[in-house]
């Protein structure tokens, strides 16, 4: 027997297919696959969210809440106003006995409104001293509770979560960063969730509400013109403003809503990112995510003609409680003895 010390053959380890051309393709594989589970999920949550028992997510609302805080007793009668109002409009809108919403003012100079989870409504003071009477601030309420009779909260809320989920798969880290940001910014999140249809549902019922409760749709039409003449405005910064973002705390003037006098001019929010660096966004995130308001307007007096509904009438004042949360002056400004450095009507 003879052992030889044979070179191998050129080419031995060469592959017959470029592995560059596999690695692109299962690439592509993974992302389709990826996209394609977050499509389903999507759908699948869409669907079947709002068709769990409302009971349900009321539960999850009250562990998130957890242990509510004590109010200042002009906060609580501001509170408890809100509250009568959205309980008159249950009839109008036709909302289930098993949905039930509750309703709250916020302290922040923010132009916002939003539902979340468990039927909680939330109006921002920017908003409600902005509003110009009971009527307008009837069809904001009935347009977020709308979309709690309707469970929209619930099916984007399930989107989010299920999304997160997804993402979770493919990265751990990805996944609990969008986990977080939902359990954290649900009510920005929701908002930004709610597709074209629905808004244009919610609106619906806030135009059936107005024309049940004050005869007309004038509160309607009025807080659309409001949304447009906000989003013309420039943003603006003020003396005392104090970070934090969207839900930061501005020093301002009192006046506003219902008063005689000029409205100031709404706060601008800073970017949603948080970067110090950026300046304030002139349109909140509320008003920016909602369809153009001439197609709303023109929307609403559409519908009224249809149904012989009247554009404009009588225009009642809110409840003595709102009016005087939504004028005081906040605490934070009053401690720190700061003002305003510009009257309500300045330009910035």
Not at 191 to 209: F, N, S
């Amino acid at each position: 027997m003879q052992f030889e010390n044979r070179s191998p053959d050129e080419g031995i380890n060469a592959q017959p297919e470029h592995l560059g051309r596999e690695a692109i393709w299962l690439i592509v594989g993974a992302i389709v696959c990826v996209i394609g589970l977050v499509v389903l999920a999507d759908v699948a949550a869409s669907w079947l969210a709002p068709r769990l028992p409302f009971s349900l997510e009321r539960e999850l609302a009250d562990r998130m809440e957890g242990e509510p805080p004590k109010l200042p007793p002009q906060e609580q009668a501001a509170n408890a106003a809100l509250q009568e109002l959205a309980d008159r409009l249950r009839g109008p809108l036709g909302m289930p006995e098993d949905i039930t919403v509750k309703v709250r003012v916020d302290d922040s100079e923010v132009l916002n409104a939003y539902a979340t989870v468990g039927g909680r409504i939330v109006i921002h003071r920017g908003l409600l001293r902005r509003l110009r009477g009971e009527h307008e601030l009837a069809a904001l309420l009935a347009h977020e509770m709308a979309h709690v009779q309707h469970r929209h909260v619930a099916a984007s809320l399930g989107r989010g979560l299920v999304i997160g989920l997804v993402l979770s798969v493919v990265s751990a880290d990805a996944g609990g960063r969008a986990a977080g940001v939902l359990l954290e910014q649900t009510g920005g999140l929701l908002v930004r969730g709610y597709g074209r249809d629905h808004e244009r549902e919610a609106d619906t019922g806030a135009m059936r509400a107005a024309a049940a409760l004050h005869g007309h749709v004038g509160g309607v039409i009025g807080l659309f013109d409001l949304i447009a003449s906000a989003r013309d405005e420039p943003p603006r910064r003020e003396a005392g403003e104090t970070s934090g973002g969207a839900g930061g705390q501005r020093c301002s003037p009192s006046g506003g809503a219902g008063a005689e006098t000029a409205p100031s001019a709404p706060s601008a929010p800073s970017d949603s990112s948080g970067d110090p660096g950026k300046p304030p966004r002139a349109v909140p995130t509320w008003l920016s995510t909602h369809p153009a308001d001439e197609d709303r307007s023109e929307a609403a007096r559409a519908w009224a003609r249809q149904n012989g509904v009247p554009v404009s009438g009588a225009a009642p004042a809110m409840h003595p409680a709102l009016l005087a949360w939504a004028r005081a002056s906040q605490e934070p400004c009053q401690q720190a003895g700061r003002t305003e450095l510009t009257n309500p009507t300045d330009q910035p």
